[in-house]
């Protein structure tokens, strides 16, 4: 049946929880597990006739937009089984259009996966977020198993890759010769763009992606290049068509752009508030300033603009010595570690 769309959004991202609250671990300031308490006598199992309709109806719900995110949460999602998950695709594949793709995410506390769920998450590209909570004694203290037991030992830092084989330097020049300083990422206030746009540069500023600034944007910086959102291929020409990567954010997670652009070969700016510190080596494949500082900016950026020997040889350097991981070699890694730890256990 057709869903009436009067009014509705194209595209919006829904988290769904399949065992309801229920968890498999026991964080003292879980907001989520007393939620049971709720649903006397229920199972937590989302059945499969309601998978089904579930998949169905938000893939027709977005059928003007070419991607469909389906998101999944907990609780502990895992819980569910690794066949879940495997039908849940299964029904995606099979109600997906011509030409639309699915975005599979799944966030979880990490402690039932093994090689068998890692290969699953890598030949359906899961975006996957695994909660942790920081140094040992904080993460002992708040974060318990239902047994009681301590968990900062079960887990360990991990790094997120980059499609090595998309995101990568090519000759391509979609916005004309240099200098090209592009920002890519969503167009809101928290990303701080306009520090980036109202600095007085020769050459040209790109901004990819959508948001909530963007008419305002477009309209107070007519020189500026807005492209609107860019995925996939064009994203990547984007990319390999700039010569400098700006991104002067005040608040975020990781910055999945600044992998990205890396691993496109651009030099990075960026500030403390994104994994900007972890990502680039100072002055060797980007720079980190602060980031209520356009005069840093400015600085730097104009620096960039009047040196462009200096720039290339930080571009070969960041791309022939500090190339991001791919996710190949991030999945090659986990099922290595998942088999040293099996055969510790049997
Ligand atoms: S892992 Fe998440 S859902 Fe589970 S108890 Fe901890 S905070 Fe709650």
Not at 9 to 26: E, M, R
Not at 73 to 97: I, K, N
Not at 145 to 150: A, I, Q, R
Not at 282 to 308: K, Q, V, Y
């Amino acid at each position: 049946m057709a869903i009436a769309r009067q009014g509705a959004p194209d595209a919006f991202h829904l988290l769904t929880k399949p065992t309801g609250a229920v968890c498999n671990l026991d964080c003292s300031y879980c907001f989520f597990l007393s939620k049971e308490m709720l649903y006397p006598g229920s199972r937590f199992r989302m059945a499969d006739e309601l998978l089904e309709a579930y998949i169905e109806q938000l893939i027709e719900a977005h059928s003007q937009v070419p991607e469909v995110q389906i998101a999944w949460q907990g609780g502990e999602p895992t819980l569910m089984g690794l066949d879940f998950f495997r039908r849940s695709v299964e029904l995606a594949e099979a109600h997906l259009r011509p030409g639309q793709r699915a975005a599979y995410t799944i966030q979880t506390n990490g402690t039932l996966l093994d090689p068998e769920w890692a290969a699953f998450f890598r030949r359906y590209n899961f975006f996957i977020g695994v909660s942790l909570d920081g140094p040992e004694e904080f993460h002992n203290h708040y974060r318990r198993s239902v047994d009681g037991e301590n968990g900062f030992r079960r887990t360990m830092h991990w790094t997120r890759g980059v499609d090595a084989a998309l995101f990568r330097p090519r000759d391509v020049r979609l916005f004309g010769d240099g200098p090209v300083f592009l920002y890519v990422g969503r167009v809101a206030v928290e990303k701080n763009i306009e520090t980036f746009l109202r600095l007085d540069l020769p050459g040209k500023k790109v901004v990819v992606g959508g948001g909530p600034m963007l008419a305002a944007l477009r309209a107070r910086y007519p020189r500026a290049i807005f492209t609107g959102k860019k995925l996939g291929e064009e994203l990547a020409e984007c990319y390999a068509s700039a010569d400098v990567f700006v991104f002067p954010t005040i608040q975020d997670g990781f910055g999945m752009v600044l992998a990205q652009a890396a691993a496109s070969g651009l030099p990075v700016l960026t500030t403390p508030h994104s994994a900007g510190a972890d990502l680039v080596h100072e002055g060797r494949t980007g720079w980190i300033l602060p980031a209520r500082d356009p005069s840093a900016f400015a600085e730097r950026l104009a620096w960039c603009a009047a040196n462009r020997e200096g720039l290339c040889a930080v571009v070969e350097h960041a791309y022939s010595r500090f190339r991001p991981r791919s996710w190949d070699d991030v999945a090659a890694d986990f099922t290595a570690l998942c088999e040293r730890t099996l055969a510790v256990a049997s």
